[in-house]
């Protein structure tokens, strides 16, 4: 299940739009774009829930149930990050998803697993590998996989016959390698709800958008 708040259209320039900046920006842990997508994410986030509870529910996976289940919040490690240079527990997207946990989104077992994959090595930027296929390659060459330290977590669910919910969030949705190879890992391990939650998606530019990138209310 995917959903994305906003699509991010490629410009084929050097990305001057106001969109552009403001997702740039919070890339790089600027506080004012970090604020303003945390912000943006959490509102359209509770609603896409709370406006879905079953009494008024057009999303089939939204039963009383799963609103009863444990919510674990993950997140794809960076190109730069890995066994030998470490993993930051400070990056935006750190920042995003843990201000969602505090702001007690759902219930109080709603919960943010840092590093919940590691890598063996750093991997160039995904947008220069092109295809699913290369960027597929990428991933698997630098040794993607569940960090150790959460296998008795997820054998214990297997083992109780219980499905948590699992949410990825990532900033940019292009072609869905990384989210894809990752829900299929934690598929192989422990059978799990899995719900992909991405800032952005990367669409193509056409005559029809040209200019959407430029409507953001409150960012300057």
């Known amino acids: 299940m995917l ?25 790089e842990n600027n506080f004012d774009a970090v604020s303003w997508w945390t912000d943006y994410f959490w509102n359209a986030y509770a609603n896409l829930f709370y406006k879905n509870k079953p009494e008024t529910n057009n999303l089939n996976f939204l039963t009383e149930e799963f609103y009863e289940e444990e919510f674990f919040h993950i997140r794809p490690p960076g190109s730069k990050e890995s066994e030998k240079t470490g993993y930051s527990t400070q990056s935006s997207l750190d920042i995003l998803i843990n201000e969602i946990v505090i702001m007690g989104f759902k219930t109080p077992d709603t919960s943010y697993l840092e590093s919940f994959f590691h ?21 698997i060459r630098s040794g993607f996989r569940i960090n150790p330290l959460y296998f008795s977590m997820l ?63 409150g960012y300057k």
Request: one cysteine or more.
């Open 3 to 27: 959903y994305y708040f906003k699509g991010w259209v490629t410009q084929g320039t050097k990305n001057h739009d106001t969109f552009s900046k403001c997702l740039i920006e919070f890339k």
């Open 119 to 139: 890598k063996d090595i750093q991997i160039k930027s995904l947008r220069y590998c092109g295809s699913a296929e290369n960027r597929l390659k990428e991933l």
């Open 155 to 217: 054998e214990e669910f297997k083992e109780d016959q219980v499905e948590p919910v699992f949410v990825i969030i990532d900033d940019v949705y292009t072609t869905g390698t990384t989210t894809n190879l990752m829900a299929e890992l934690i598929q192989e391990v422990c059978p799990s709800k899995i719900i992909v939650l991405t800032l952005t998606r990367n669409l193509r530019c056409t005559n029809s958008n040209v200019g959407l990138n430029n409507k953001i209310a």
